[in-house]
C-alpha cells in the first residue's frame, strides 16, 4: 500500500487530504477539512468497484452524506442528518419513558479502519450512558453493503426500535404497503415485516436483514429497522442485525438485483425439491404401511417406469405423531400404533426408493397437534389459547431438542405447518412476562384473549410485532442448528409464517400465504384462476418483495383420473411453469391411471429441464379473475420459457409478448428456436425468434400454452 499526503486549497480553507493509491478493489479514503466553525471536517469514504458509501465527522457527529452507484453513475446526496436512531425506555411497559436518541446525540471518540473491507466508529453518548460501535462492511466482490451497531451500556435500558439506516432522498418509495397484523379474518394476514425499500431513479435497494424487520418511508424519508423490546444490562452489549444498501444498474429493474442479492445471501442454494406428500393420500389417517404402499407405487411409477429421477423426498404429513401423550417433557412423540417409535421401517421404505423422509410438524402445536396443548398448559408450558407461544422458553427449548434429534436422526426435510396461526385465525403472546418480552399494559389489553377479534385495531400492531419478532427469533435459531447438523435439509415454513425474502437465509421455501391447501373450483380452469389469483394479488396488486421461485404453494394435486391426457397437461404445465423450485405432489397414489402417470412423469422430467431457468421466474400479462391472459416466465443467458393462459370462459384472445428485459430476457440471447412440450402451440413451433422482438399468441378459451426458448 502506498499512501501519498498531498496539501491543496479549497475554497479559501487549508486542509490535507490523504490519496490512497492501492490495488484492492475496496478503497477507505479519508479527507480532513474545515467547518463552517472552524472544527475539523473529517470524510471517510468505503467503496469498490459497484458502490461507494461517505461517512462524514462533523463537529464529532457521524452521518453519511453521499452514496454512489457505479452501476448506473447516480450520486445521491442525502438530505438527512442523521445515521442511525434508537428508541429506548426504562421498558416497554413503562409510559412516557421512551425517546428518540440519533447518530447527532453521539460524539465520535475512535475510528477503526479494520480492513480493506470494513470500516468502524466507536461513538459515546454520556447523558444515556451509552457506547455504540457503528460498522460498515463492503466486501469487493459484492453489490451491497452491510451496516450494523453494537450497543453498550452503562445502565440498564429498553431497546424498543432500532433503526440502523434513516434515508432522506426524494426518491426513496416503498413498494409494498400493507400492514394486516390480524388475529382474524380470512385471507387477511399481510403483516408487512421484512419488506425492502427502493429508490425510482439511483436505483438502490434498502433494507434489514431480519424477517421480523419493518421498513417503511415516511415524508420521504426511509427507515430500515425493527423491534426488539429487550432490556440490556449494564456492562453487556447488544449486537444489531444488519442492514443492507445495494445497486442495481437501472431503477426500472431494481426487483431483478434485490433478488440477486436475495440469492447470494440465502442460506443454501436455490435448487429444485420435487417430493410426495401423503396428505391428499390419507389426510390424518396416514400409517407406515399406507405410506410404504405410496411410497413403493411412486417410485415405481415415476422412476423405475418411466425414467424419472428418484425424488427428493417422501414426507409424512399430520397424523404419526401422538398429539395424545404428554408433551411436557418430551414434544413430537410418535404414534407407536401407527408407526415405529423410531421411525425406522419409514427410513428404510424411502431409503429403498434411493430418497429421503419429511415429516409434517407444527411449531405452534396447530391443527393436529392442538390435543397436546391442555396437557402442557397444565403442566406450566407456555400456551396460549389453542396454541403454543412461540417465544417461551421452555416449551421451544423442547421443540428445538425434538427438531434437532429428528434431523439428526436423517430426517432431512420439514414441513412446518402453523407457525403464528392459520389461513383465518392467529394467536399472540403479548404478556410478554412468560420469555421477558415486551408488555404493553397501557394500550388496555387485559381480559383480552391471545386471538381476541379486537387486536386487529391498528394501535396494536407494535405490542403484537414484539411477539413476532422474538417468535421469529427463536424460530431462527433451530433453523441454524439444524443447518449445522445437516446443511443439505431443506425446510419449508407454511400456514401462519409471512412473506420476507430475508427469511431464505434460514429456511429454503415459504408457504404463499392467503390461498386454501387446495385450489378451489369446480374444474381445473377454475382451479388455475384460484391460485393464480392469489399470485396476481400478491406480486402484481400488492407488490410483494419475495422471490416466487421460493414459494410453497400446495401444488401440483391430482387426486381422481378420467380427465382427459389434454386437460391434465395443461393444467400440470401451468402449474409447473409458476417457476417454483419447490414441487409437492398432492396425488392420490392408487387411483392414477397409467396414462395420468406418464403425464405427471413427463411434467416432472419438463421441471427438471427448464429448471435453471426459475431462478428468475416471474408472473406477466393481466389478471385471472378478469378473464385476461396472464402467466409466468424465466429466463438465463441460455434460453427461457414463457407459458400463457387464457382464463376466458368463451372468448379466443390474441397476446402480444415481447422478448424484452421487462420480461426477464437478456441480450447476450441473440436468436432463438421456439419449441413446446404440448402439441398445441404447432404454428410458433419450430420459429426463430430474437431477443426485442415481439410475437402473437392465440389461445382459445380455457387454453394454456408452453413455449421454450433455446439460443441457436
Not at 408487512?192 to 424519508?221: C, D, I, M, R
Not at 425414467?307 to 395424545?324: K, R
Request: glycine share 8%.
Amino acid at each position: 500500500m502506498l499512501l501519498q499526503l498531498s496539501k491543496m486549497k479549497n475554497s479559501g480553507a487549508m486542509y490535507y487530504k490523504v490519496v490512497i493509491k492501492i490495488y484492492w478493489t475496496i478503497i477507505i479514503i479519508m479527507t480532513l477539512s474545515l467547518n463552517a466553525n472552524g472544527q475539523n471536517r473529517k470524510s471517510f469514504s468505503i467503496s469498490n468497484k459497484f458502490l461507494s458509501r461517505t461517512i462524514v465527522i462533523d463537529g464529532g457527529n457521524i452521518r453519511t452524506s453521499k452514496i454512489f452507484n457505479r452501476l448506473n453513475g447516480k450520486e445521491i446526496d442525502l438530505l438527512n442528518k442523521e445515521d442511525f436512531r434508537l428508541r429506548i425506555s426504562e421498558g416497554t411497559d413503562v409510559e412516557n419513558s421512551d425517546v428518540i436518541i440519533t447518530s447527532k446525540d453521539f460524539v465520535v471518540k475512535e475510528v477503526f479502519k479494520d480492513s480493506a473491507e470494513k470500516l468502524s466508529f466507536l461513538l459515546e453518548n454520556k447523558d444515556y450512558q451509552l457506547e455504540v460501535t457503528l460498522v460498515y462492511e463492503l466486501k469487493r466482490e459484492n453489490r451491497f453493503l452491510n451496516k450494523y451497531l453494537v450497543v453498550k451500556s452503562g445502565r440498564p435500558v429498553t431497546l424498543e426500535r432500532i433503526d440502523l439506516e434513516v434515508i432522506s432522498v426524494d426518491d426513496i418509495y416503498q413498494p409494498y404497503k400493507l400492514k394486516q397484523i390480524t388475529a382474524w379474518g380470512p385471507a387477511q394476514w399481510r403483516p408487512g415485516l421484512g419488506q425492502p425499500l427502493y429508490t425510482e431513479e439511483s436505483a438502490t435497494y434498502w433494507g434489514t436483514e431480519f424477517p421480523a424487520s419493518y421498513n417503511y418511508v415516511e415524508n420521504k424519508t426511509g427507515y430500515c429497522g425493527y423491534l426488539l423490546g429487550k432490556q440490556i444490562e449494564p456492562g453487556k452489549s447488544y449486537t444489531t442485525y444488519k442492514s443492507v444498501l445495494g445497486v442495481g444498474d437501472d431503477a426500472r429493474f431494481i426487483q431483478d438485483s434485490f433478488f440477486e442479492y436475495i440469492d447470494q445471501i440465502r442460506v443454501r442454494p436455490f435448487r429444485l425439491q420435487v417430493q410426495y406428500n401423503s396428505w391428499f393420500d390419507f389426510y390424518n389417517n396416514v400409517t407406515r404401511e399406507k405410506f410404504a404402499n405410496s411410497v413403493e407405487k411412486v417410485n415405481q411409477e415415476l422412476h423405475i417406469e418411466r425414467g424419472l429421477s428418484p425424488l427428493n423426498a417422501y414426507v409424512i404429513d399430520d397424523g404419526w405423531q401422538d398429539s395424545e401423550a404428554d408433551w411436557s417433557k418430551e414434544m413430537w412423540k410418535v404414534n407407536s400404533e401407527r408407526f415405529d417409535i423410531d421411525l425406522k421401517s419409514s427410513f428404510e421404505t424411502v431409503h429403498k426408493a434411493r430418497s429421503n423422509l419429511g415429516l409434517w410438524l407444527s411449531p405452534g402445536c396447530n391443527f393436529g397437534a392442538r390435543q397436546a396443548v391442555p396437557l402442557m398448559k397444565e403442566k406450566g408450558l407456555e400456551a396460549l389459547d389453542e396454541y403454543m407461544s412461540l417465544a417461551g422458553p421452555v416449551y421451544m427449548q423442547l421443540l428445538e431438542d425434538r427438531m434437532l434429534e429428528l434431523t439428526t436422526d436423517g430426517v432431512s426435510y420439514f414441513k412446518l405447518d402453523g407457525l403464528f396461526g392459520h389461513l383465518n385465525r392467529r394467536e399472540f403472546d403479548f404478556q410478554g412476562t412468560d420469555y421477558g418480552g415486551a408488555t404493553m399494559p397501557q394500550l388496555g389489553v387485559e381480559g383480552f384473549k391471545p386471538a381476541d377479534m379486537r387486536l386487529n385495531d391498528h394501535k396494536y400492531d407494535e405490542l403484537k410485532t414484539y411477539y413476532l419478532v422474538a417468535g421469529t427469533e427463536r424460530l431462527m435459531d433451530i433453523f441454524k442448528k439444524q443447518n449445522e447438523i445437516n446443511p443439505d435439509i431443506y425446510i419449508v415454513i407454511s400456514n401462519g409464517a409471512y412473506l420476507s425474502p430475508w427469511w431464505l437465509q434460514y429456511v429454503d421455501a415459504v408457504w404463499m400465504i392467503n390461498a386454501g391447501d387446495a385450489a378451489e373450483g369446480s374444474g381445473r380452469r377454475q382451479e388455475l384462476i384460484y391460485r393464480d389469483e392469489v399470485y396476481y394479488n400478491t406480486w402484481v396488486t400488492e407488490r410483494t418483495q419475495f422471490p416466487i421461485n421460493s414459494v410453497f404453494n400446495h401444488e401440483p394435486k391430482k387426486t381422481k383420473t378420467g380427465e382427459s391426457v389434454k386437460q391434465f397437461s395443461e393444467y400440470l404445465w401451468m402449474n409447473l411453469s409458476r417457476g417454483t423450485g419447490f414441487v409437492e405432489l398432492y396425488i392420490k397414489t392408487e387411483v392414477l391411471s397409467e396414462r395420468d402417470w406418464d403425464v405427471l412423469a413427463s411434467g416432472l422430467k419438463w421441471v427438471q429441464k427448464v429448471f435453471p431457468y426459475f431462478k428468475k421466474a416471474k408472473m406477466h400479462g393481466g389478471n385471472p379473475q378478469k378473464g385476461q391472459v396472464y402467466g409466468y416466465t424465466g429466463w438465463n443467458d441460455k434460453g427461457g420459457y414463457i407459458s400463457f393462459h387464457n382464463p376466458s370462459e368463451t372468448s379466443t384472445q390474441t397476446y402480444t409478448v415481447k422478448l424484452s428485459r421487462a420480461l426477464g430476457t437478456t441480450p447476450f440471447l441473440g436468436e432463438m428456436l421456439i419449441s413446446s412440450p404440448l402439441d398445441n402451440a404447432m404454428e410458433l413451433v419450430g420459429r426463430k425468434i430474437k431477443e426485442g422482438e415481439q410475437m402473437d399468441v392465440i389461445l382459445s378459451p380455457g387454453q394454456v400454452k408452453i413455449l421454450e426458448f433455446t439460443a441457436i
